[in-house]
Every structure is written in C-alpha cells, then in structure tokens.
C-alpha cells in the first residue's frame, strides 16, 4: 500500500504562481514514475507531468513552458511549480505514483485562478 498526500493547492490570480506537494509513505521499496494528472467537471483526466525515478520529464501540451516538475527521491516526493497560470488551469490536481506497475492516486488537491 502506498498513501499519497498532497498540498500546496489555493487560489490565485491569473498569472500568479502556486507551488504543489505531494509525499508518499507506506510499505514499498522503490517509486518509479511519479507525478500529476489534473480533471476538470466533465472532463477526461488530463497530464500534467510526470517524472520517472531517473529525471526524466514528460508535460502536457497545455502546460509546457509554464510547469515544472521535480522530485526527491529520498523523500519520496514530487512538486510541481506552477507559473503563469490561467483560468483553465482551474481544476482538482492529483498527485500519482507508480510502484509495481500499479498506480496509486491521491485524493486530489484544488486549483482556482481567477481571472
């Protein structure tokens, strides 16, 4: 079992930045890939980023350029810094991780950017 909790969600203005956290615990020994989806009302769950235990990064179209996405591997955590946000970044925020080939998410972070 793996237990993800996130933070670092709130509001902001339209152009402002918010900073995401997530740190896994629970029984497990290695963390592949970790990182974060998002999924707005009635929408399919989206990419955001995501970071593969040897650093490397994959983003979503809609957030290149203004994400970015790291992680400790000793602490078991990713974090996500969000800049120059936009209204439609609003969404729940969610982090994932990987161990095993399973998935595992957390209960998912809010985002507002207010225009």
């Known amino acids: 079992q793996v237990q993800l909790v996130e933070s670092g969600g709130g509001l902001v203005q339209a152009g402002g930045s918010l900073r995401l956290s997530c740190g896994a615990s629970?029984?497990?020994?290695?963390?592949?890939?970790m990182g974060w989806y998002r999924r707005a009302s009635g929408k399919q769950r989206e990419l955001v980023a995501t970071i593969t235990d040897g650093g490397t990064t994959t983003y979503g179209d809609s957030v290149k350029g203004r994400f970015t996405i790291s992680r400790d591997i000793a602490k078991n955590a990713v974090s996500l810094q969000m800049n120059s946000l936009k209204p439609e970044d609003t969404t729940v925020y969610y982090c994932?991780?990987?161990?095993?080939?399973?998935?595992?998410w957390g209960q998912g972070t809010q985002v507002t950017v207010s225009s």
């Open positions: 994932y991780a990987e161990v095993r080939n399973y998935a595992y």
């Open positions: 629970g029984r497990f020994t290695r963390i592949g890939v």
